[in-house]
């Protein structure tokens, strides 16, 4: 027997290949917006952070008076409570919005401006992907963090208030039964929902500005529908614009929450209208609105260089 019958034949070897990796262009987009502008998380949380500071000053002075101050009853510490509730989370919307307003505005006017939009144009996403990547991020990523930053701040300010109210002897279950967690979250995220549809033409026009003007992007923005609202107001004496301007700045709350009074301090659970919000007109044609001008937007974006 020959030497090459008694030696097997080495089995070949065989090499896994692995499957490229598909692209994810536009959750990369994504990413690239949340990695430039942390600001949109920072700055709301910063705010947070300010709310609980200012109510653990309050708790320190409530317990330094405690012995001398009588609590009669669930409504008289409800009015103590709820009114930190509103208040904070009002703070941090209003700063949300403040910042996702400057990052629209900003997102495709900084680009040209620092001339990095050479950089991002020779990467393979299209100029529609990287308009909808920011679009998505204002009008998505933004409304859950603001949600989860919320949240968050109640709860700490309802262990704050468990440990105010625990020497006064007053259940503090009977008092968030009549302020539950639940009904402000759910308020909450209804809310953040109808402002997205809501703001969404406002955040399309914004972008738009950023992309199209090579300076002063936020006077480019306000003053066209504040002087179209005065041409209107002086040549033909009506004031249909300015009702239109305020009615799109107002939120929509009108049409997402039905039977809300001035005298509350947020609207219930039972408020929450779906229908009639969804329903309206004003919505949809806002959509639609938005997304010309984000097409509009992206052919901008197509043809300037650098600003």
């Known amino acids: 027997m020959s030497l090459s019958q008694a030696v097997p034949e080495a089995a070949p070897r065989t090499t896994a290949v692995k499957a490229p990796m598909t692209p994810r262009p536009f959750i990369w987009s994504v990413r690239r917006e949340l990695w430039e502008h942390r600001a949109i998380f920072i700055a709301p949380a910063a705010v947070a952070a300010l709310v609980v500071f200012g109510v653990l000053l309050a708790a320190i002075q409530v317990l330094g008076h405690i012995g001398n101050v009588e609590v009669t009853g669930v409504r008289d510490a409800e009015a103590v409570t709820a009114i930190p509730y509103v208040m904070g989370s009002f703070a941090v919307l209003i700063t949300g919005f403040i910042v996702g307003a400057f ?165 219930g659970l039972a408020q929450i209208d779906p229908a009639r919000f969804f329903s309206s007109p004003d919505v949809w044609i806002g959509l639609a609105a938005a997304a010309g001008l984000l097409f509009a937007a992206v052919r901008v974006r197509r043809s300037r260089e650098i600003g």
Not at 150 to 164: E, F, R, T
Request: aromatic fraction near 14%; glycine fraction near 8%; include cysteine.
């Open 103 to 267: 990052y629209c505005l900003g997102a495709l006017h900084n680009e040209r401006r620092d001339r990095s939009i050479l950089f991002w144009k020779s990467m393979p996403v299209s100029d529609l992907t990287t308009v909808g990547g920011k679009a998505f991020a204002a009008l998505f990523v933004l409304p859950v963090a603001l949600f989860v930053i919320i949240v968050v701040l109640q709860l700490i300010m309802m262990a704050i208030n468990a440990v105010l109210l625990l020497p006064s002897g007053l259940g503090v279950a009977s008092l968030w039964a009549r302020w539950p967690l639940f009904d402000m979250t759910a308020v909450l995220a209804w809310t953040l929902i109808t402002a997205a549809f809501w703001y969404a033409p406002i955040a399309a026009w914004l972008l738009l500005v950023g992309a199209w003007a090579k300076r002063a992007p936020f006077l480019w923005a306000v003053l066209p529908p504040l002087g179209l609202c005065m041409v209107e107001g002086l040549g033909f004496h009506s004031g249909y614009c300015w009702r239109l301007l305020g009615d799109r700045l107002s939120g929509g709350f009108d049409r997402a929450f039905s039977q809300v009074t001035m005298n509350e301090a947020m609207p």
